[in-house]
């Protein structure tokens, strides 16, 4: 099973963050997961989960949240202060980063080499060693900078994934939408999953000639 790092940040996008996470800790998979102040403020206007910033505290409720409690091991919540943890240093082998959501501002710290926490410095460290880095990005419109942001991390190595979802597999539910780009997040971390569905072309009927 493969290691990786799921860092939250301040932008709207908390039913991705939910399926990702459920997608990794039910397929086997370790996970580092830090989150920023403000990603906690999200996660309690957008999912009602009011986590403290106490990692210890913080875990049960999260797993409550995620309806996984008996994957416990498998998940260590890291403080966004805490530089000295495990995730900070190139020496740990993670099998790749997911910021998800990703916001503006988390965008230009990453993408200018600002480590102002945990989760930049993470980020930060996946550049230098050359391992896979996915920024869920949850902005709209985009403004100049916001796009010369996301050509400088493309330019370094990350992916800029956008919490943009589409139509063409005929979605019946918001939770078929947010699972097309959960699961269009783990097929790029490597991880098999049935979240999303493989797109084989149009129906034929569509295309029937009319009389």
């Known amino acids: ?18 399926r990702v996470l459920q997608g990794l800790l039910s397929g086997g998979h370790e996970v ?18 009011l986590l403290t910033g106490n990692t210890e505290t913080d875990k ?8 996984l409690p008996q994957h416990a091991e498998q998940l260590e919540m890291l403080h ?23 916001s503006g501002g988390t965008l230009a710290k990453i993408a200018h080499g600002v480590s102002s926490g945990l ?26 900078i916001h796009l010369r942001n996301m050509t400088a991390v493309t330019e370094a190595g990350a992916i800029v994934l ?5 139509f063409y597999h005929q979605p019946n539910s918001v939770q078929d939408l947010v699972d097309m780009i959960a699961g ?6 490597g ?12 129906e034929p009927t569509l295309y029937a000639e009319q009389d």
């Open 184 to 189: 269009r997040i783990l097929a790029h971390l």
């Open 1 to 18: 099973m493969g290691r990786f790092i799921v860092g939250i940040a301040g932008a709207s996008g908390a039913p991705y963050t939910k």
């Open 162 to 166: 956008p919490g943009s979802p589409g």
């Open 60 to 67: 049960p409720d999260l797993l409550a949240w995620l309806q």
């Open 119 to 144: 989760l930049e410095r993470a980020a930060d460290v996946c550049l230098k060693e050359r391992r896979k880095l996915i920024l869920v990005t949850r902005e709209t419109p985009l403004s100049l």
């Open 80 to 102: 966004h202060k805490n530089v000295a943890a495990s995730i900070a240093s190139g020496s740990y082998p993670a099998d790749g980063m997911v910021v998800v959501p990703c």
């Open 32 to 49: 580092k997961c830090v989150i920023s102040d403000a990603g906690r403020r999200v996660l309690e206007v957008e999912e009602r989960i």
């Open 191 to 202: 991880i098999d999953t049935t979240m999303s569905k493989e797109w084989t072309g149009p």
